[in-house]
């Protein structure tokens, strides 16, 4: 039997690949999944702007208010825009309108336990009015760890959408 070369197994360099793979993967499968975690919540946060504004100006030009029933028509404009990317289902929608801009005064956002807004309220104003549209929606984590290292409280993150403006000097009964 021949010695064993203690000096030769060091020398090897087969494998070295395969373990500096195995060092190196984890680290790089979850710096990915991250990223592709957050490029979807940024695109679910677009989506909810994008829908959030286009139905804030059916409240800014009266279009909603002279309809029979305001609230539907803003949820179903707004719900038509975000079906792609949210579950309507699970937005909070708060629409608070004052006198002026110098008199707003938001309502705090209060979250129950599950990450979901609890207050909200509907109140679009008349012409001239200063509004202020917000909608929330609790967006989950895909990747449950990738959930516990960017919140460690486990909730989902609520995102937020804010438009604020002034409505038109629409005339009452007739939209335009």
Request: proline share 5%.
């Amino acid at each position: 039997m021949a010695a064993l070369d203690h000096g030769s197994l060091i020398r090897s360099r087969q494998g070295n690949a395969a373990v500096e793979m195995a060092m190196i993967a984890p680290i790089f499968i979850l710096l990915l999944l991250i990223t592709v975690e957050l490029g979807i919540m940024l695109y679910t946060q677009s989506v909810l702007d994008g829908a959030a504004r286009t139905a804030a100006r059916q409240i800014r030009t009266g279009q909603i208010q002279s309809s029979g029933t305001p609230l539907s028509t803003f949820t179903t404009t707004f719900c038509n825009n975000v079906s792609i990317a949210v579950n309507c289902g699970a937005v909070a929608i708060d629409v608070e309108s004052f006198t002026s801009f110098s008199s707003m005064s938001l309502t705090p956002v209060q979250v129950n336990k599950s990450g979901q807004v609890t207050n909200s309220s509907f109140t679009p104003g008349g012409p001239g009015s200063a509004v202020a549209v917000r909608v929330f929606y609790t967006y989950n984590f895909i990747v449950p760890w990738v959930s516990l290292i960017l919140n460690p409280s486990g909730n989902g993150v609520v995102l937020q959408s804010t438009v604020v403006f002034e409505n038109e000097p629409y005339p009452t009964g007739v939209a335009g």
